[in-house]
């Protein structure tokens, strides 16, 4: 099994700061890309950020300059760094890898992976 358990949502006033970070556990051999989706209410899910396994990036536009997302492959972890949020940040926060799992007879995949989620509340 495998498991992505985010922490570090909360409620942050306009141009305050959050730090999300996702760890993944379990039957893993080997993480490709990993990443940061949200979903406001009404809306669909999004992408927010990526990185690969190699620390190559890529960032919505309107989170460009504000957000950077980060990982530490020894601890199979991935964070976003958020600075200067805005209401509209408000949204569920998701973590996402893309990962190659492993068990007594292989290794499988690639499989996507998602966490529980995270809530995000940008207020005054």
């Known amino acids: 099994q495998v498991q992505l358990v985010e922490s570090g949502g909360g409620l942050v006033q306009p141009g305050g700061s959050l730090r999300l970070s996702c760890a993944a556990s379990?039957?893993?051999?080997?993480?490709?890309?990993m990443g940061w989706y949200r979903q406001a209410p009404g809306k669909r899910r999004e992408l927010v950020a990526s990185?690969?396994?190699?620390?190559?990036?890529n960032y919505q536009d309107s989170v460009k300059g504000r957000f950077t997302i980060s990982r530490d492959n020894a601890k199979n972890t991935v964070y976003l760094q958020m600075n200067s949020l805005k209401p509209e940040d408000t949204a569920v926060y998701y973590c996402?890898?893309?990962?190659?799992?492993?068990?007594?007879?292989?290794?499988?995949?690639?499989?996507?992976?998602w966490g529980q989620g995270t809530q995000v509340t940008v207020a005054s």
């Open positions: 996402n890898a893309n990962l190659i799992r492993k068990s007594g007879s292989g290794v499988f995949g690639p499989y996507d992976y």
């Open positions: 379990g039957s893993i051999f080997s993480i490709n890309a």
């Open positions: 990185i690969t396994s190699g620390g190559s990036t």
